[in-house]
């Protein structure tokens, strides 16, 4: 009887390990050597093609995800918990997507650094063939810091933009012979304030960081650096432009062929030895432990023969990614839902395609894109009004507003019909942003909620109503109202998120829902 069990445990182990870890090690293991053999040859000995630094990680877990979604999803399916076969195993496909993701993003930057060459001159001056990421060591570094630039640009960060980051982002020409001022030396002074804190006294703090941006940039030394690094495509090299375009000197080469340096004090020759280090740490150790944990899983029969014959191993879930998709497609009940998410994403998606940061966008940003702000529409920009809504201040941002709107979108929607709903939307857009300025808030704001909070106000009035849908729809209301609507207004308190286009939105939904129920019955009547 132990021989049977041992056999059947080896039999066990090695379709599981045939089945099940294997496309696992190879999806890890074939995108880390594809994604570097591109690296080498359009970054490393081409240079042809650069991502910026800032949407690097999203074009990576990107491309994890779709690794997951082709090759790793399905095997992991046919695994069941044996004392619970229902489970769905989601903590397994994170770890098996990590698999790949981790050790692709390590390699990518180890590739880069191992790579870098350090140039060792007198002058700057005449170089050539360097690439991003290179070193200088330069023993006869010319300067003059009467001739700087400097560019100011504000920040919001923060889920909720709870923090506020002040950065002064100073340039020094190089100079050389030739005068055409190619090379730049460029330092960063930053100061990070509460957004409520920075809004109560942002006149006299503004004043005070200014100061002492000033006072550190005077006491800065380039000629005390140890190697000077090219600084890369990204949000920080884009400031380093806009403050070398502010300086007393102007260059004669294109804004791509600027060469901005940073200090960097770190050994040339231990710049990889982390990042070496914890590649082997990712790959085999992520490896190891998918493989150590599907040990204690069970194979499903069922599901393993649907599998080999690959036929849809659960067709519910494939149905629900399928239908997920297909959200974005206007169709049916979210017609108009399905156009302002789409519209909102194209909108985002210009942004960063434009050079706007993907995490933490500088308001000059938002601002050229429609975004709200009292100036503006005092001087006769009304339009912000609208437009506003269709911007957003970063990936997180977007990403929890089209969630929410999926969900209020499609139950509204579902309710009363596409072309109510259209004007329910714009309405408590505008209502929201006209009381967000009438609240006195001088800050930059963007951003679906106002109006998703206008759905919210309508789902409230149906409450208030009592109307009876018979499909529990109330109670879906009560907890959208009352669970996400007040934390997100527990939250903006907190953190000075813009309440005011919250609360707006809300009661213009609130009094557009007793007006659509009025208009109504009297129809019916």
Same mark, same amino acid.
């Given at each position: 009887?132990?021989?049977?069990?041992?056999?059947?445990?080896?039999?066990?182990?090695?379709?599981?390990?045939?089945?099940?870890?294997?496309?696992?090690?190879?999806?890890?293991?074939?995108?880390?050597?594809?994604?570097?053999?591109?690296?080498?040859?359009?970054?490393?000995?081409?240079?042809?093609?650069?991502?910026?630094?800032?949407?690097?990680?999203?074009?990576?877990?990107?491309?994890?995800?779709?690794?997951?979604?082709?090759?790793?999803?399905?095997?992991?399916?046919?695994?069941?918990?044996?004392?619970?076969?229902?489970?769905?195993?989601?903590?397994?496909?994170?770890?098996?997507?990590?698999?790949?993701?981790?050790?692709?993003?390590?390699?990518?930057?180890?590739?880069?650094?191992?790579?870098?060459?350090?140039?060792?001159?007198?002058?700057?001056?005449?170089?050539?063939?360097?690439?991003?990421?290179?070193?200088?060591?330069?023993?006869?570094?010319?300067?003059?810091?009467?001739?700087?630039?400097?560019?100011?640009?504000?920040?919001?960060?923060?889920?909720?933009?709870?923090?506020?980051?002040?950065?002064?982002?100073?340039?020094?020409?190089?100079?050389?012979?030739?005068?055409?001022?190619?090379?730049?030396?460029?330092?960063?002074?930053?100061?990070?304030?509460?957004?409520?804190?920075?809004?109560?006294?942002?006149?006299?703090?503004?004043?005070?960081?200014?100061?002492?941006?000033?006072?550190?940039?005077?006491?800065?030394?380039?000629?005390?650096?140890?190697?000077?690094?090219?600084?890369?495509?990204?949000?920080?090299?884009?400031?380093?432009?806009?403050?070398?375009?502010?300086?007393?000197?102007?260059?004669?080469?294109?804004?791509?062929?600027?060469?901005?340096?940073?200090?960097?004090?770190?050994?040339?020759?231990?710049?990889?030895?982390?990042?070496?280090?914890?590649?082997?740490?990712?790959?085999?150790?992520?490896?190891?432990?998918?493989?150590?944990?599907?040990?204690?899983?069970?194979?499903?029969?069922?599901?393993?023969?649907?599998?080999?014959?690959?036929?849809?191993?659960?067709?519910?879930?494939?149905?629900?990614?399928?239908?997920?998709?297909?959200?974005?497609?206007?169709?049916?009940?979210?017609?108009?839902?399905?156009?302002?998410?789409?519209?909102?994403?194209?909108?985002?998606?210009?942004?960063?395609?434009?050079?706007?940061?993907?995490?933490?966008?500088?308001?000059?940003?938002?601002?050229?894109?429609?975004?709200?702000?009292?100036?503006?529409?005092?001087?006769?920009?009304?339009?912000?009004?609208?437009?506003?809504?269709?911007?957003?201040?970063?990936?997180?941002?977007?990403?929890?507003?089209?969630?929410?709107?999926?969900?209020?979108?499609?139950?509204?929607?579902?309710?009363?019909?596409?072309?109510? /709903?259209? +004007?329910?939307? $714009?309405?408590? !857009?505008? &209502?929201?942003?006209? #009381? *967000?300025?009438?609240?006195?808030?001088?800050?930059?704001?963007?951003?679906?909620?106002?109006?998703?909070?206008?759905?919210?106000?309508?789902?409230?009035?149906?409450?208030?109503?009592?109307?009876?849908?018979?499909?529990?729809?109330?109670?879906?209301?009560?907890?959208?109202? /009352?669970? +996400?609507?007040? $934390?997100?207004? !527990?939250? &903006?308190?907190?953190? #000075? *998120?813009?309440?005011?286009?919250?609360?707006?939105?809300?009661?213009?939904?609130?009094?557009?829902?007793?007006?659509?129920?009025?208009?109504?019955?009297?129809?019916?009547?």
């Amino acid at each position: 009887m132990p021989i049977n069990n041992d056999k059947d445990w080896l039999h066990q182990f090695v379709r599981k390990l045939k089945y099940v870890f294997l496309p696992i090690f190879l999806s890890s293991t074939l995108t880390v050597i594809f994604f570097g053999i591109a690296r080498w040859y359009l970054n490393i000995q081409g240079d042809i093609f650069h991502v910026s630094t800032d949407i690097q990680f999203w074009v990576f877990i990107l491309i994890a995800t779709i690794v997951w979604a082709l090759f790793i999803r399905k095997p992991l399916q046919i695994l069941i918990i044996k004392k619970n076969p229902a489970n769905d195993l989601e903590l397994l496909h994170l770890l098996a997507a990590a698999a790949v993701f981790v050790p692709l993003i390590i390699s990518q930057f180890y590739l880069i650094d191992r790579n870098a060459k350090l140039y060792q001159v007198e002058h700057i001056y005449g170089q050539e063939n360097y690439r991003e990421n290179d070193y200088f060591q330069v023993s006869d570094l010319v300067f003059d810091k009467t001739d700087f630039g400097v560019f100011y640009s504000v920040h919001t960060k923060g889920r909720n933009n709870e923090d506020v980051n002040l950065n002064a982002n100073y340039v020094i020409p190089i100079l050389g012979d030739n005068g055409n001022f190619q090379f730049w030396i460029a330092e960063r002074f930053s100061k990070e304030y509460g957004t409520r804190e920075y809004e109560n006294n942002r006149a006299v703090l503004w004043k005070q960081f200014v100061k002492n941006a000033e006072e550190k940039y005077w006491k800065f030394n380039p000629s005390e650096h140890k190697y000077l690094r090219i600084i890369p495509q990204s949000d920080q090299r884009r400031e380093f432009v806009e403050a070398i375009m502010n300086s007393d000197v102007y260059p004669e080469v294109d804004e791509d062929d600027l060469v901005i340096l940073k200090i960097e004090d770190k050994e040339f020759e231990s710049r990889y030895n982390g990042e070496q280090k914890w590649f082997y740490i990712s790959y085999i150790g992520l490896n190891l432990l998918v493989l150590i944990i599907i040990q204690f899983l069970k194979i499903q029969e069922v599901r393993f023969k649907r599998f080999r014959r690959n036929n849809p191993i659960n067709g519910e879930e494939e149905d629900s990614i399928k239908e997920a998709l297909l959200f974005l497609v206007p169709r049916k009940n979210h017609f108009i839902t399905s156009i302002m998410i789409d519209l909102n994403l194209i909108v985002f998606v210009w942004m960063i395609a434009s050079g706007v940061s993907i995490m933490h966008p500088l308001s000059s940003d938002l601002l050229d894109f429609g975004a709200l702000r009292y100036q503006e529409v005092m001087d006769g920009e009304y339009w912000r009004l609208i437009t506003s809504g269709f911007v957003h201040i970063g990936i997180a941002h977007i990403l929890m507003n089209m969630m929410f709107l999926a969900l209020s979108g499609y139950l509204v929607e579902s309710a009363i019909g596409r072309w109510k /709903f259209l +004007i329910l939307y $714009i309405l408590t !857009l505008i &209502g929201a942003n006209i #009381n *967000s300025l009438l609240w006195g808030s001088q800050a930059v704001s963007a951003g679906a909620s106002g109006a998703l909070f206008g759905l919210l106000g309508w789902m409230f009035a149906q409450v208030l109503m009592k109307r009876k849908t018979g499909d529990g729809s109330n109670i879906i209301y009560l907890f959208l109202i /009352f669970g +996400i609507g007040g $934390i997100t207004l !527990l939250v &903006g308190l907190i953190n #000075n *998120s813009n309440n005011a286009a919250h609360l707006g939105g809300l009661a213009v939904g609130l009094i557009l829902g007793f007006i659509l129920e009025w208009v109504d019955w009297l129809r019916k009547d």
